[in-house]
């Protein structure tokens, strides 16, 4: 990569970019960058030496060889223009990862419609434990790791790879793991069979001597990946597979034989509930296999992970309910995380939940109005607009008479404050509190566990 002296992040505060340029830092670079709001993530680069503006000004742009952006910054963005008008190179968030990653010898991406946090935190379990000693970004906090990110001293990188905007294609990596495919982001592709190709291309993209690991169980999966030339290692409960998950129980969360080409590895117990967790283990487990990692490793490794900031964190209890905040905000994990809740406790599971996006929301609210059946209580608040504006085609009121239709007792709330007065109200001892989706409702569990 080349050598730049001095790098400029617009929106440096989000989880990625402020990753990139703690990177940026540790090699020496002058970092500059700036975000619409201050929090303790520009804090901690203020506090290594990076010169951060709150807002976005073009006067920010001041002696740089270089300008990394997001996705979500758009070409009017005065920074933006300020770089274009002075010639200074302007390069998107993914593709500076990707030329980033080619520095090192080996890359593992983690890609896949659900789980790429939690599966890329178990892996940098298994491998931080190891003398692989790698660099590692990760897509949201991990305590073991005292945020998203760690800089190792050898010549491993770790990542997951979002396939939103085909920005996974800015990758090469020697593992790719693709742990699952279904339809999402549709503000961005056509339908299913577009976000399949764009996998597919993904798979394309790791080199004949590297490995592709995939998911044996995934119906979208299937025959995807015949004509690839690099080598192939599957993962799965149900099917043969390279990597296969035996006398799977749970009590109440998960425990299997971890099989490895037909041989018995270890035995596994997880500390995250939830079948999905088994698949994102295997998934883990057959990358850092591959990799050389003993099998006491994987095992120390897998069954020491406790989840990362906003998959399925505990928050605290109010009056004996116990409050978990979630990342889920696609109806499969919505569905697959309420269903994995249910058997953990003995009272109610209630929730809260803040669509993400229009565009999601509109799309897929068949699949979202039969997603939070295991629930006994849901709140619906206002669409988290993220990178969208509000065309006024749908509305989280639209979601909760959907609901209904489907027997499921849903209201809506308008603010977090009354959504928590709601759940305190109307839950009793025992029961579950749940936060979930991707925007800033995890709130509401901050104003329910401080009472």
Same mark, same amino acid.
């Given at each position: 990569?080349?050598?730049?002296?001095?790098?400029?992040?617009?929106?440096?505060?989000?989880?990625?970019?402020?990753?990139?340029?703690?990177?940026?830092?540790?090699?020496?670079?002058?970092?500059?960058?700036?975000?619409?709001?201050?929090?303790?993530?520009?804090?901690?680069?203020?506090?290594?030496?990076?010169?951060?503006?709150?807002?976005?000004?073009?006067?920010?742009?001041?002696?740089?060889?270089?300008?990394?952006?997001?996705?979500?910054?758009?070409?009017?963005?005065?920074?933006?223009?300020?770089?274009?008008?002075?010639?200074?190179?302007?390069?998107?968030?993914?593709?500076?990862?990707?030329? /980033? /990653?080619?520095?090192?010898?080996?890359?593992?991406?983690?890609?896949?419609?659900?789980?790429?946090?939690?599966?890329?935190g178990m892996l940098a379990?298994?491998? /931080? $434990?190891?003398?692989?000693?790698?660099? &590692?970004?990760?897509?949201?906090? =991990?305590?073991?790791? +005292?945020?998203?990110?760690?800089?190792?001293?050898?010549?491993?990188?770790?990542?997951?790879?979002?396939?939103?905007?085909?920005? !996974?294609?800015?990758?090469?990596?020697?593992?790719?793991? &693709?742990?699952?495919? +279904?339809?999402?982001?549709?503000?961005?592709?056509?339908?299913?069979? @577009?976000?399949?190709?764009?996998?597919?291309?993904?798979?394309?993209?790791?080199?004949?001597?590297?490995?592709?690991?995939?998911?044996?169980?995934?119906k979208n999966q299937e025959?995807?990946?015949?004509?690839?030339?690099?080598?192939?290692?599957?993962?799965?409960?149900?099917?043969?597979?390279?990597?296969?998950?035996?006398?799977?129980?749970?009590?109440? =969360?998960?425990? =299997?034989?971890?099989?490895?080409?037909?041989?018995?590895?270890?035995? &596994?117990?997880?500390?995250?509930?939830?079948?999905?967790?088994?698949?994102?283990?295997?998934?883990?487990?057959?990358?850092?296999?591959?990799?050389?990692?003993?099998?006491?490793?994987?095992?120390?490794?897998?069954?020491?992970?406790?989840?990362?900031?906003?998959?399925?964190?505990?928050?605290?209890?109010?009056?004996?309910?116990?409050?978990?905040?979630?990342?889920?905000?696609?109806?499969?994990?919505?569905?697959?995380?309420?269903?994995?809740?249910?058997?953990?406790? +003995?009272?109610?599971?209630?929730?809260?939940?803040?669509?993400?996006?229009?565009?999601?929301?509109?799309?897929?609210?068949?699949?979202?109005?039969?997603? !939070?059946?295991?629930?006994?209580?849901?709140?619906?608040?206002?669409?988290?607009?993220?990178? +969208?504006?509000?065309?006024?085609?749908?509305?989280?009121?639209?979601?909760?008479? $959907?609901?209904?239709?489907?027997?499921?007792?849903?209201?809506?709330?308008?603010? !977090?404050? @009354?959504?928590?007065?709601?759940?305190?109200?109307?839950?009793?001892?025992?029961?579950?509190? /749940?936060?979930?989706?991707?925007?800033?409702?995890?709130?509401?569990?901050?104003?329910?566990?401080?009472?």
């Open positions: 990569m080349k050598k730049y002296t001095s790098i400029h992040f617009i929106g440096i505060g989000g989880i990625s970019m402020s990753a990139l340029a703690q990177i940026m830092l540790d090699k020496g670079v002058k970092v500059s960058g700036s975000d619409i709001t201050q929090s303790h993530l520009t804090d901690l680069l203020k506090n290594k030496g990076a010169k951060i503006q709150i807002g976005h000004n073009e006067n920010n742009i001041d002696n740089i060889d270089l300008v990394v952006y997001t996705s979500a910054v758009g070409e009017d963005n005065p920074e933006y223009q300020k770089a274009l008008a002075l010639g200074i190179p302007l390069v998107e968030r993914a593709a500076f990862l990707g030329e /980033m /990653m080619n520095d090192y010898f080996k890359t593992t991406a983690i890609s896949g419609t659900h789980g790429k946090t939690t599966t890329t379990d298994i491998m /931080m $434990n190891t003398d692989i000693d790698p660099t &590692i970004l990760l897509g949201g906090e =991990y305590q073991a790791m +005292e945020g998203n990110i760690r800089l190792g001293k050898k010549n491993y990188f770790l990542t997951e790879a979002c396939e939103y905007k085909r920005n !996974f294609l800015n990758f090469s990596p020697y593992i790719g793991a &693709i742990l699952n495919i +279904e339809e999402d982001h549709l503000d961005y592709y056509k339908d299913l069979s @577009e976000i399949k190709s764009a996998f597919k291309e993904f798979a394309q993209k790791i080199p004949s001597y590297g490995f592709l690991v995939y998911n044996a169980d995934d025959n995807l990946f015949d004509d690839l030339s690099c080598n192939m290692k599957s993962f799965g409960i149900n099917n043969d597979s390279y990597a296969k998950a035996v006398d799977v129980k749970f009590n109440p =969360y998960p425990s =299997y034989d971890l099989f490895i080409e037909g041989e018995k590895i270890c035995h &596994i117990k997880l500390k995250v509930p939830g079948f999905h967790n088994i698949y994102n283990s295997l998934a883990a487990a057959t990358c850092a296999y591959i990799t050389g990692v003993s099998n006491c490793s994987i095992k120390n490794g897998l069954e020491n992970f406790s989840g990362t900031k906003r998959r399925f964190e505990y928050k605290g209890t109010y009056k004996n309910r116990i409050i978990i905040d979630d990342y889920a905000h696609h109806p499969t994990e919505i569905k697959t995380t309420l269903d994995a809740v249910s058997n953990l406790t +003995e009272g109610d599971v209630l929730v809260v939940f803040q669509p993400h996006t229009y565009s999601r929301t509109e799309k897929l609210m068949k699949q979202f109005s039969q997603a !939070f059946s295991s629930a006994s209580k849901v709140v619906i608040i206002d669409i988290y607009a993220a990178r +969208e504006k509000n065309d006024g085609k749908v509305s989280s009121k639209d979601l909760v008479s $959907n609901l209904k239709k489907n027997n499921v007792d849903a209201v809506y709330k308008k603010d !977090f404050q @009354e959504a928590a007065e709601y759940l305190m109200e109307n839950s009793s001892s025992k029961d579950i509190i /749940m936060t979930m989706g991707a925007g800033d409702v995890y709130k509401v569990g901050d104003i329910i566990t401080k009472l």
